[in-house]
């Protein structure tokens, strides 16, 4: 098949199996419409209906091409493109570039460039290039919506104070006292009004706010401002809708070739970038939705290109403006409970039926109010969260530039000096290295900012020759680059101190930057999270360092965490559950159903069975992680836990877990210091209240954070190869009740949990119901016995918190939620407990929006 055929649209076909000896079902499958799409398209019309009219006069087109592409965008695009639920139309973002085609070409001119913009989108589309698209800087894509913000807003205050906008930014901002000494009273007051009611109507407080809430503002504001000019008798300009047999349609291109070939790239970057964007965006705000609504397909961004390009094709050639993916229409769709794009086609039939029977209506409208609707949007184009983003990451010189150039040059030539700004600021940094040496304590420390590239070579070489010879030294390296001279002249540099009887300590922000031969003779090669994993990088006993009796005041342990991962943040060790390194014992240990160890035997240096473990004493382990958390971390995060120890914890979450090492909570949560209230014991237990032999301690921890710490939400992590549900599972009910027996005790409605289960499934396929489901992971079964009581078990313990006195009081007045969660060590995934389907549904958690 071509690449430039669409595969079908949605998900895939499901195959419908009849039984056998029966004949297949007869009849034409029925067009359906789910409930919720039908009321996200009445929603996403009642926007699209008056924005489409204000962009339409915002370029200066017929306002008739306004609606012309919003019913295209929704039909056209809608079915053929790649994000379901992104409604397309007329865009604000294409203002500026649409009202400048038309000021040198004309209308119909415009309507040739459209369609040529469109067969450029299809061919984009069947070369595959729409992930490239979106490798364009972010701070030059918001910078060019901004620049087109400000432009439209600029207009727009010329019809908002009654009077007529010129060509450019500049022109207008000279025209702009003049139009202020002549104001017009009609237009400003109905430009005030609808302004007024778009800021008020979302922030109407009360139950009646949520139920008024429901109406778009925008459709309020125009229809509020129409009602009062209509029942005042102002006498104003208003909509005028010509009929439709005067209507203009496209012609072809009349211009300097050059001119029109600059136009359709114009036409065609602003249009796919802007789609593109948009359909990541509803990705993200599809994937935040919660399950129950239903599964959406995921963006096929090609196939977006392709369903723009038809839609402008198709729109240009009916006379309408031209079509992008628009970010209000498509936020309002996955809001109003959107779930196929039959939400969007169907807004489509809407704007053509009214387009068909409303102009009565639309003829009433201000064109006040539309103007002061459009500067709205405008204005929101400039993003103060944008800008403090782009700020943050050291990019605002892009976005200034991109801005600046797209005010007073023009769309094409703002993104072109955004670009090339954006690479000179590349190349800066890329060039750009501050290289430091101070000697603190006796211990030389060589300081690397930024990359380290060969023409940092002659700096970093004077700056190491500075540290004299047998010195101890620590080079720490902040960057994330460095090319093979400057390994090269690192290294001469390390071999030749080492050899004059010093000591050398390469460190990194990432982990595992190291340039060190002994290390790599013993075939080690640290990986991140190593100090969680028993990991030693020790040199055999044979190979001795140099330098190797200074290393208790200069040597930070190999794989020890390194600054900025958050095993340094948190200042975990491989104790972090409270147990210190050593063999492991306890219904934690791998390989027994009771918890016993595993004997190892060894018939030589390398031969042994289970994981290397660290000869050293515990003792000397601990000092030499105390001692990296004190050099590499504790520097980045004393103004931080300053700041904590101040103000107190305020925790958003209790976390209750299993004690085992495997389980670093801050690593599996992304969570630092003062976000997790943790409780952890064996099994991740939580006993009934009140119950016999039971444990105030896991109580007070609860009710101490619910009642007093406010945390929002309570979660109850359970994990693969848990040694507390293996000892459950092979537990003797005769046997001696030491500490350990006693405690287990709380993990036998667990067990009961699973075997009522099994015996529902077992009633199930006999006919049989009225018993809950088992607990189950989303796409197969338990694995085995042991992860089918782990599931179950975290279900069970989430009923047993809910009858603790704080939880069920918090829960009733909607204060807390309660979460189960289950993380699988050996696969470093996490699942999440999703109660809608019976029995539960522990369901893989995707990624997401990273940065909203």
Not at 22 to 50: E, K, Q, T, Y
Not at 297 to 302: A, E, M, V
Not at 566 to 591: C, E, K, R
Not at 791 to 800: I, M, P, S, T
């Amino acid at each position: 098949m071509s690449a430039c055929v669409p595969a079908r649209a949605d998900s895939a076909r499901t195959e419908h199996v009849h039984p056998p000896h029966s004949p297949p079902p007869g009849g034409s499958r029925r067009f359906r419409v789910a409930g919720a799409d039908v009321s996200a398209a009445v929603a996403v019309f009642l926007i699209a209906l008056p924005l489409s009219l204000g962009i339409a006069l915002a370029t200066g087109a017929p306002l008739q091409a306004g609606l012309v592409a919003a019913a295209v965008g929704g039909i056209v695009a809608g079915r053929i493109g790649g994000c379901p639920l992104q409604v397309s139309g007329p865009a604000a973002g294409l203002t500026v570039v649409t009202a400048d085609l038309i000021q040198r070409y004309g209308w119909r001119t415009t309507c040739a460039i459209t369609v040529l913009a469109g067969l450029a989108q299809l061919g984009l589309g069947c070369l595959r290039v729409a992930r490239s698209a979106l490798a364009v800087s972010p701070a030059i894509v918001h910078g060019m919506l901004a620049g087109i913000g400000v432009t439209i807003a600029v207009a727009q205050l010329h019809i908002v104070l009654g009077g007529t906008p010129q060509s450019s930014v500049p022109d207008n901002l000279v025209a702009l006292p003049a139009q202020l000494a002549d104001l017009h009273p009609a237009d400003l007051a109905v430009s005030v009004l609808t302004l007024s009611l778009l800021l008020l109507w979302p922030r109407i407080p009360g139950r009646a706010g949520q139920l008024l809430g429901k109406l778009p503002a925008a459709l309020i504001a125009v229809a509020g401002a129409t009602a009062v000019a209509a029942l005042a008798g102002l006498s104003l300009p208003k909509v005028d809708l010509p009929s439709w047999s005067s209507h203009a349609l496209a012609t072809l291109p009349d211009g300097p070739v050059l001119g029109l070939v600059a136009a359709v790239l114009t036409t065609t970057l602003v249009c796919s970038v802007q789609s593109l964007l948009g359909a990541v965006a509803v990705d993200k705000l599809v994937a935040a939705r919660p399950v129950s609504t239903g599964h959406v397909k995921r963006s096929d961004l090609d196939r977006e290109l392709l369903g723009q390009g038809a839609a402008n094709i198709v729109s240009g050639s009916l006379g309408g403006l031209p079509i992008a993916g628009v970010a209000v229409r498509s936020s309002a769709n996955v809001a109003a409970g959107a779930v196929s794009r039959n939400s969007t086609m169907l807004h489509g039939v809407l704007v053509v039926v009214a387009t068909l029977l409303m102009v009565p209506a639309l003829e009433l409208i201000p064109l006040a109010s539309l103007a002061s609707l459009v500067m709205a949007v405008g204005l929101k184009m400039v993003s103060l969260n944008h800008i403090r983003t782009v700020t943050r990451h050291r990019e605002v010189l892009v976005y200034a530039v991109t801005t600046s150039g797209v005010v007073f040059l023009g769309v094409l030539e703002g993104v072109a000096l955004g670009i090339a700004v954006a690479v000179g600021v590349a190349l800066h940094r890329l060039t750009r290295t501050r290289i430091t040496h101070d000697d603190a304590q006796g211990v030389h420390h060589v300081h690397v900012r930024g990359q380290l590239t060969f023409l940092a070579v002659p700096r970093l070489s004077r700056v190491l020759h500075q540290v004299p010879h047998g010195a101890d030294a620590v080079v720490e390296l902040d960057g994330s680059f460095m090319d093979h001279a400057a390994y090269e002249a690192l290294q001469d540099w390390q071999k030749t101190h080492t050899a004059q009887g010093g000591a050398v300590d390469i460190t990194g922000r990432r982990p595992g930057t190291r340039i060190s031969e002994p290390a790599e003779a013993d075939g080690c090669r640290c990986r991140p999270w190593t100090p969680w994993r028993n990991h030693q990088c020790e040199r055999p006993p044979s190979a001795p360092s140099p330098g190797t009796d200074r290393q208790a005041a200069t040597d930070r342990p190999r794989g020890g965490p390194p600054a900025g991962t958050p095993g340094a943040a948190t200042g975990a060790t491989p104790g972090a559950a409270g147990q210190a390194p050593g063999p492991a014992t306890g219904p934690d240990a791998p390989g027994t159903p009771d918890g016993s160890t595993v004997p190892t035997t060894s018939t030589g240096p390398t031969a042994s069975v289970g994981p290397t473990r660290s000869t050293r004493p515990a003792k000397g382990e601990l000092a030499r992680g105390i001692s990296a958390f004190h050099r590499n971390t504790a520097p980045l995060m004393r103004h931080e836990l300053a700041r904590l120890a101040r103000e107190g914890q305020q925790p958003s979450q209790l976390f209750l877990t299993c004690a085992d090492s495997r389980v670093v909570t801050s690593m599996i949560t992304s969570s630092g210091p003062g976000d997790l209230f943790v409780v952890r014991n064996v099994g991740n237990l939580v006993p009934l209240p009140g119950e016999e032999s039971g444990d105030d301690s896991v109580a007070a921890a609860i009710e101490y954070a619910v009642d007093v710490l406010k945390v929002r939400s309570v979660t109850v992590c359970g994990h693969s190869g848990c040694g507390a549900m293996q000892a459950l599972l092979g537990a003797d009910p005769g046997g001696a009740r030491t500490p350990l027996q006693r405690w287990l005790r709380h993990g036998l409605p667990s067990l009961e949990h699973v075997s009522a289960s099994e015996d529902a499934s077992e009633d199930a396929a006999g006919g049989g119901t009225g018993r809950p489901r088992p607990p189950r992971l989303a796409g197969r079964e338990p694995a085995d016995a042991a992860e089918r009581l782990c599931l179950a078990n975290v279900v069970q313990q989430l009923e047993h918190l809910r009858a603790h006195e704080s939880v069920a009081r918090a829960l009733g007045a909607g204060d807390l939620e309660l979460h189960g969660m289950y993380f699988h060590v050996g696969e470093a995934q996490s699942y999440l407990l999703s109660e809608d389907e019976e029995g539960g549904v522990f369901q893989l958690v995707l990624e997401t929006d990273l940065t909203a």
